[in-house]
């Protein structure tokens, strides 16, 4: 029987870099994956494979609407549906190609099959042909992730009611498609049909778009999607969706009580996402679940079993791959003796439609029901020359800084590459910038970074230069 010094069960982001930390600090280490590729669903029916088909959907749709403007004249273009999940399954591959490389060179063994304890330092690996192989290890990290998460009258059937995993890998552009949720998962994918043709309907329980971010990036998104044909239907209550073989109806509640009905040919069914914990035998380590299927964890990451660890999106918080990587290096170095450090606050959120939407930090309303007194500075993307140059001139940019201190307290962004111009925001409030620090710093010109400059410069007294 193998004995570890650390055993990780589940090889996503969070699984596979806790796995190379611990390997890093000298630890003998195993890494438990029920799957044939490593990864979990982010790689593989995730984040990555979703970022493939957006990127592709999005030269389709520049292509068709923008070329031309641009001077650039291109007959009889036409979407290959085919060829873009081809290209998207390659991504995926050479992607879990390199985790299994890093494996590899990190010298850490990967078990293949699907791990259930026995007792707090005994683990079992049941492989796919049954056969059984028993470990013991001192350490336990579980990151075994999430899975599409439904309510009653939404099943999928994997057919015509999908979940994100049937969504990045249609064999059809559908003509049109009900979305049901308003978040992340939803309007990524909404966006990756909807800029091929399809026709998509959203929705949503809630009175916005993206709910949990800052009210003025829904609203600003919305104004975007509508503009590229999405509809909206906010707090509409789903009762149930049927197949009806060549399509589906969607009966809801609107806010006035009134049962309304929708028809396509899909329904993706995006409300979130659920811990994912089965076949683990918890109870026989001594674990439980909460009444959100979640393991409960101190701020150490530590369980109530103190050599078991947790890690992503099984246990609280945002269900993010960047959290679930910082969560395994932390366990990974507090377990070596160090003393990590993660800063919840400062995870960015974003949102991968064109353009994208990103967030760090507090949001207004958080900062009102706080009884925070706070200061509002924003800039409007399309009063950048870098955006008129690329076409890109959607969005905004607003900085809420704290009204006595100037410190920032969140930044809200709807604009090109808001992905990666949100770490500015981060690595300031990471150093406890005030407005001023980052109004008094030189941007390059002209690039979209200088709105986060141009919208520190009017939470400073109102001083932005280019509105």
Known sequence: MSTYDITIIGSGPGGYVAAIRCAQLGMKTALIEKYNTLGGTCL???????????DSSEHYHNAVHNFEEHGIDVKSVKANITQMINRKNEVIAQTCAGIKFLMDKNKVEVLTG???????????????????TTITTKNVIIATGSKPNFFPG?????????????????????????????????????SVYGRLGTQIEVIE???????????????????VLKKEGFKFNLEHRVQKVENKGKSVVLTA????????????????????????????????????????????VNDHMQTTVSNIYAIGDVVRGAMLAHKAEEEGVFVAEQIAGQKPHINYNLIPGVVYTWPEVAAVGKTEEELKAAGVEYKVGSFPIKALGRA????DTAGLVKVLADKTTDEILGVHMVAP??????????TAMEYRASAEDIARICHPHPTYSEAIKEAALDATEGRALHV
């Open 388 to 391: 008129r140059a690329s076409m």
């Open 154 to 190: 939404m099943e999928p059937d994997k057919k015509r009611i999908i979940t994100s995993t049937e969504a990045l890998s249609m064999t059809e552009i559908p003509k049109k498609m009900l979305v049901i949720g308003g978040g992340v998962i939803g309007l990524e994918l909404g």
């Open 205 to 223: 329980f809630a009175s916005s778009i993206i709910p949990t971010m800052d009210a003025s990036l829904g609203k600003e998104l919305t104004r």
């Open 253 to 296: 509640l609107n806010k006035k009580g009134e049962e309304v009905t929708f028809e396509a040919d899909y329904c993706l069914v995006a409300v979130g996402r659920k811990p994912y914990t089965e076949g683990l035998n918890l109870e026989a380590a001594g674990l439980s679940v909460n009444n959100r299927g979640q393991i409960d």
């Open 417 to 426: 590459r808001a992905a990666d111009l949100i770490m500015e925001a981060v």
């Open 44 to 54: 593989n029916v995730g984040c990555i494979p979703s970022k493939a088909l957006l």
């Open 114 to 132: 699907v791990g259930s304890f026995i007792d707090k330092n005994t683990i079992s690996v049941k492989d796919a042909a049954g056969a059984l």
